[in-house]
């Protein structure tokens, strides 16, 4: 079967990594027989700058004709003055809006060889951990309504959250069967001491929970989680919530595990289509210099093979070529911790992870 994976580089090191994803799908598709057929399309700053806006009507609609979505990141500096619909993180609201993408799947896993990359103790890290934040991407405050006013002290800003029942039940549901496929267990991270969104969300949760009597089910605040992310990262297995807790839990995940440049995503709807990219942003400060760590942007591509194209022993072979990688002592800058290590730039790795790959 012949894929069609729409490309989307973006800015800063998001053309360095996402050629190194590229990469990697050409090597499996060497060896499995597979073909996956690349198409580029403007996103973000890049996208501003030839077009004038940063999510081209022609992006939209090659997303939608594709099979699926490959993101590298957008954003910097450069485009930071531009009034609110220019910037160019509005282009990754739309594209998820779009592509009907309201399910963020984001793995934060201890790689053994990287124990000495993680800013955690020993005694915290144990023996490692592996859990799944699952996090509602097209609602919440991100989509609410905004907007300036006069208030008592004179011109204020605000930023509306909301949600539905259905959208609470959709990413809840979502959450529950990813635990039945791994330890059974769902934590909900919600405010709901203050927050009447959170309410609703506690009051959705505890009813969906219900239906799901072989997963293990419980509640925590978001500062609480906060806490306990960095206190006993391994008591948890699935994280499911809001579209703004998730977004910032997330990244703490990722900063326990050494290294931001090391957790994948997944976007997801109701179809197999879907828009797999890093976590992490555009690094402009590094951008062209080829120091990027491209391996999130890998285990991105390796995601889209098992959750878009069903090929689960493709997406096996690149972790397992990652992981062997990691333990032949190869690092980039970000993850060279205190352990020592191989020093490589984003292109070195890439070979590394493509030897890897085909042996």
């Not at 580089?9 to 190194?20: F, L, Q, R, Y």
């Not at 020993?122 to 907007?147: A, H, M, Q």
């Not at 062209?288 to 591509?301: F, H, T, W």
Request: proline share 4%; aromatic share 6%; hydrophobic share 40%.
């Amino acid at each position: 079967m012949n894929y069609q994976i729409a490309v989307l580089k973006g800015d800063g090191i998001g053309p360095e990594i996402t050629e190194s994803a590229v990469r990697v799908l050409e090597k499996i598709a060497e060896i499995s027989g597979r073909s996956f057929q690349f198409t580029e399309y403007l996103i973000g700053g890049i996208a501003v700058d030839q077009t004038g806006v940063p999510l081209p009507p022609e992006t939209v609609s090659g997303c939608l004709s594709s099979d699926s979505v490959l993101l590298g990141a957008v954003g910097g500096p450069k485009w930071d003055t531009l009034p609110p619909e220019k910037r160019p993180e509005k282009a990754l609201l739309g594209i998820r809006a779009a592509l009907g993408l309201y399910t963020n799947l984001r793995p934060a896993k201890l790689f053994p060889a990287l124990r000495g990359a993680s800013p955690l103790r020993e005694s915290v890290i144990g023996s490692g951990f592996d859990l799944l934040i699952v996090r509602e991407l097209t609602g919440g405050i991100y989509f609410g309504e905004r907007g300036y006013r006069e208030g008592r002290f004179g011109e204020e800003a605000f930023d509306t959250e909301a949600y539905s029942v259905t959208e609470i039940e959709r990413i809840g549901r979502a959450a529950f069967s990813a635990a039945q496929k791994r330890r059974g267990k769902v934590t909900s991270i919600d405010k709901a001491n203050v927050l009447e969104t959170s309410r609703l969300w506690r009051k959705t949760m505890h009813r969906l929970a219900a239906e799901y009597p072989d997963v293990a089910y419980g509640d925590l605040l978001v500062d609480n989680a906060a806490m306990q992310l960095v206190r006993n990262p391994a008591q948890f297995d699935v994280i499911v919530t809001s579209n703004l807790f998730g977004d910032i839990l997330s990244d703490e995940a990722s900063q326990i595990t050494g290294s931001i440049g090391m957790l994948a995503s997944a976007s997801l709807g109701d179809g197999v289509r879907g828009m797999y990219e890093p976590i992490h942003g555009s690094a402009p400060d590094i951008a062209g210099q080829d120091k990027a760590n491209p391996i999130a942007a890998i285990l991105s591509a390796a995601m889209m093979l098992r959750y878009s194209f069903g090929l689960s022993a493709e997406a096996d072979r690149i972790e397992r070529a990652v992981d062997l990688v990691l333990e032949a002592g190869f690092r980039t800058a970000d993850i060279m911790g205190d352990g020592g290590g191989t020093l490589l730039s984003c292109s070195a790795m890439t070979e590394k992870i493509l030897e890897a790959a085909g042996s």
